[in-house]
C-alpha cells in the first residue's frame, strides 16, 4: 500500500518514529518519507542513520503540530499521515499542563484540519493505554485526541480523509521509560520499585510498528485498534533486567495506576474481537455503511485490564526481548 506514496511521520525522530522510518524503508518503496520533528539535533543525528543519499525518497522536515501553517506547508501532496508527535512523559504533563494540552489537543486538531483541507486520504494516530480512565494529565490529553480524531470523520465533507487511532501498552525500550531506566540503575545494585503490585501491557517495537501499519491498510475510518498484549508485574520485570539486584519501594507517583486499562466496561459495548486484536467501534452513524470489518462482540462487562490478563509474559521471555534492545 505504501509503495510510491508519500508517508508523513510527525514525531518522526521519537522512538516509534524512527522505528516506523526502518520498516517503512525495509519493506516499501515509498515515493517520499517526510520525517516531520520539531528538534534540529534529532534530526541531523536521524539524518547520519538514515541518509537521503542511500534513502533517496526521505525528508527532514522541521516543524511542530502546534503550528498550523507550518503543517499546511508539509502536507501538501501526502497520502498517509501517522501522528506520533506528543508530549509523553506524565510527570512533565503534570507541571507542564498547558504545554501537554498544545501539543496534544490543540496539535490534534491542527493535524485533523490540516489532513482534510489538504485531502491526505489517511492518518492514523498512535494513543496510549493511560487514555483509558485517565487520572493524569498525559492520558486525559490523549483521550481527548483520541475522541477528535474519531470524530473528525464526521466533518470530512468531499476530501474523503479517514483517520482513526491505535491504542497500545508500554513499548519495550522506549525513550524515557522504565526499562532504559532500570538498565541504568542495574549499576547501583537498586531498583526503586513504586508498588510491587502495579502492571503494565507490553509490545516491542516492531510489533507495534507493524500492528500500525496493518491497521492504517485496513482502516476505514473511525475506529480504534487495540492490540492483544501481554502483562507483566513490575517486580518480574525486574527480575528480568538483573535477579541480583535490590529492591526500595518509593511509594506511586503522582498520576500512576496499579493497573493499566485499554478497553473499559463501557467502551466495551462496542467492542469487536479479532484474533490478535480488538476494535472499538465509533458511535456515529457513518459507521453502519462504513464497516466491513465483523469480528465477535465481546462478552458483557468486558474490560481489558493489565491485571486482569490472562496472558502474562514471563521473566524469561522479558530478558531475551531486553536482549535484543
Known sequence: M???KTILITGGTGSFGKNCTEIILKKYNPRRLIIFSRDELKQFEMAQEFPDSKFPCIRYFIGDVRDKERLYRAFRNVDYVIHAAALKQVPAA??????AVKTNILGAQNIINVSIDQQVKKVIALSTDKAANPINLYGATKLC????????????GEAGTKLSVVR???V???RGSVVPYFLKCRESGRFPITDPRMTRFWITFDRGVNFVLDCLERMVGGEMFVPKLPSMNIMDLAQAIDPTCKTDIIGIRPGEKI?????TRDDARRTV?????YLIQPDFPFWKQRNNHGGNPVEENFEY???TNPWILSVEEMRKIIKTL
Open 94 to 99: 503534570e507541571y507542564n499542563p498547558f504545554e
Open 259 to 263: 493497573h493499566e486499562v485499554m478497553i
Open 273 to 277: 474481537e479479532f484474533d490478535d486484536y
Open 168 to 170: 497500545y501498552g508500554n
Open 2 to 4: 505504501l509503495n510510491n
Open 305 to 307: 485490564n493489565s491485571g
Open 172 to 174: 519495550v525500550g522506549s
Open 145 to 156: 485526541s483520541d475522541k477528535l480524531f474519531i470524530a473528525g470523520n464526521s466533518y470530512v
